[in-house]
């Protein structure tokens, strides 16, 4: 193992965390470079896709318990890339012994032989290998595309499929309840569907269907010659059967008419309806039924609370208990129904998403399992409604657009190959795990993330570096199987203060959160927060005892985790895990779901909303994208010392961004951008900034639009008064501040340094 210290001096610079209280840096934090030769690292694997918490691996599981970090990988595996070599060849070179797939950190011995870099097995290099389709030369198999490049997809060969790929299939399950009817969701879904209908990933062979339902089942028959659509309706919900199985899943090209036909009439079909039953189970059960045969995506549309027939659920939340500084009940399924139809819906590569638009307790918690176990996503709109809710609406159609015209890949498996010696221990995400390392994933989606733990199982001791290496296996909508192979390579240290030069405080932030949702589920709340409480205590400890060579007093931390107890508070302030804020059930759970999917980016966001003072905005340092100016204003820390009432404040917290007004702003940001004369004439709930043709209008949308378009889903802006309802929600933000019920960023520093110093 090589000894890094004096290589990155920056990572390990003392910081007393009491005395420097501006540690925030003004601009998005990087992640860290491992220590590699500029040759290994050049060819690494991005960041954004494949990072670990620790970028430099500790050489025994002795070592890293000491250093009372966090070991593990976070992934982005089917993000939307901007390049991304393909290769198409007969054989794949993979380690005949470990089944690695070359790639850049293999060695050559020779022009004919390669040594695998995770079991270090030697390899004959074959025939084909030798030629190299780039440069068109022969017997240069050290520049082939795939050990030049970290990241690669595959086309692959018959024997990576069990059956003809797939078609694309694509089915619909909308709740018709009165309570449905009320939100309005149909109209908005409808009209997406619509629009979109000719960009839905799939070809030719492309498959759709749809079904309804309240207290009964509606399937749609789409059978050819039919002159529209025909309704058929399934009362008995306790033995579900398909009336025409041949006519209800059809050829989207063949039968686009009548599909448009059915989008066309579905809002009014239930215009009058007093159904206020929803048999969800059931209808499931039949959509489970009818995609079995191909599997595919079923996108599940509900309102409410299901109560009738199969998984039937009750209202659990106990609202007095929203504000609980005590333990939180009933964070884990009321039932293992949605479980166990996940697991029969993997089995068959059916994956389900789903859309939930309640304003009532709906149990999300229970309902959740369907997507998490088969690899779904879950949406999200909390008291959605057509007329009152209009930022929810906007919201939801520019998902929808997403939904609907993102890439997808069917019928997939993900495993994750580490060098001897390092083993996976605990995966996070949507999926099923089928055996120790190999993921089931019925649907990938580019928006989706995972995230790993690991140990050390057998020594380091003679490698100067490791690595990592995961392989999606899928079948693209087009009907190709191919495999995107992504490798990262990081080096091994025997020292602990190496260990603390590469740590990854972002990531390590991002896996802590997913430990914690688990830990909340299976123990307790207070259980969670503690421990997260203690990754602070215990790290610095640590950093404390058996890297500093001077004893000083302070709360010292290495520069590399300065701001990891801001993180960590940040967190145990975070929806998920805070308590003696009112915080609705369903919110917490959905914002626990978003913590263990979503890709780092946008959950660090969540956990640290980033705020920018907007009434200012300049062009300096701005960036210049397809000819326009986006301006880039400094990040400020999270309290409201940083407001001031003479300005305006934009706070990106991911999904939500908010506009804050002071009650003397600049009058020229008034006019200019918000196009209102006066304080009071800002109005209540606006969601939209007006297209006003000045410089400060046009700089602000045009922050706001970048700020929008790094991020698959679509935030919405809510612009905040002091009068405003939603003002809670933004200053519980401001993380740094005191509140009734949790400490200030200051007081939680001393408590970390009272619990250090014992
Ligand atoms: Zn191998």
Redesign the pocket.
Known sequence: AMSLQSSTPEALRVVNLLQERNLLPPSPIPAPTPCLTQELQKINCNPEVFRCTLTSIPQSQSLLNKAKMPLGLLLHPFKDLSQLPVVTSSTIV???????YINPFVSFLDQRRWK??????V?DVPEEFMYNPVSRSYGEPHKRPEVQNATIEFIAPSEYMLRPPQPAVYLFLLDVSHNAVETGYLNVFCQSLLDNINSLPGDSRTKIGFITFDSTIHFYNLQEGLSQPQMLIVSDIEDIFLPTPDSLLVNLNERKELVQDVLKSLPNLFQKTMETQSALGSALQAAFKLLSPTGGRMSVFQTQLPNLGAGALQSREDPNQRASAKDIQHLSPATDFYKKLALDCSGQQVAVDLFMLSSQYCDLASLGCISRFSAGSIYYYPSYHHQHNPAQVECFQKDLKRYLTRKIGFEAVMRIRCT?GLSIHTFHGNFFVRSTDLLSLPNVNPDAGFAVQMSIEENLDDMQVVSFQAALLYTSSKGERRIRVHTLCLPVVNSLADIFAGADVQAMTGLLACMAVDRSVTASLSDARDALTNAAIDSLSSYRQSVLTIQQPGLLSPACLRLFPLFILALLKQKSFRTGTSTRLDDRVFSMCQLKYQPLTYTMLMIHPALYRVDDLTDEGALNISEQTIPQPRVLQLSVEKLSSDGAFLMDAGMVIYLWIGQNCNPNFLTQVLGVPSYAAVPDNLYLLPELDTAESQRTRAFIGWLRDQRPFFPSLHVIRDESQRKASFMQNMIEDRTESALSYYEFLLHLQQQISK
């Open positions: 993979r380690c005949r012994s470990c089944r690695t695998c870099n995770l079991c270090y097995r390899n001897k």
